[in-house]
């Protein structure tokens, strides 16, 4: 969903826009973590964070190109993006996750699982 959504906001907007808005992917990796595994990073983390959402955010606003539904759509890729990241990370902390359950086998199934969900009905 979540690379649907970018291409989506490729296709609505422009290109440069949709990377910029994407450039908030860390920021919303960083709280959504914290917010479902309760894992908090540190605080140098998020105080590393506020140059690139500051940078981010005013390069959107002085883009001449701003487009709403483009905005929106790389917003909602930036968080299933994130969730992805999280959800890894969980299936990966499982104590009882089987032998072969390491980082690459865990990106395959995501991406069957992404494949799946993209049939048409």
Known sequence: VGQLLCQLSYFVGTVSFAIIVKSFEPFFAAIISGLMIGRWMK??????????????????????????????????????????????KLLLSVDNKGKNMNAVNVFGLITLCAFAVSLPN
Request: proline share 2%.
């Open 43 to 88: 605080t140098q983390v998020y105080l590393a964070l506020i140059p690139v959402v500051a940078g981010a955010g005013f390069a959107c606003v002085e883009d001449v190109s701003f487009s709403k539904t483009a905005f929106f759509t790389a917003m909602l890729s930036n968080i299933f993006s994130s969730l992805l990241v999280v959800c890894s």
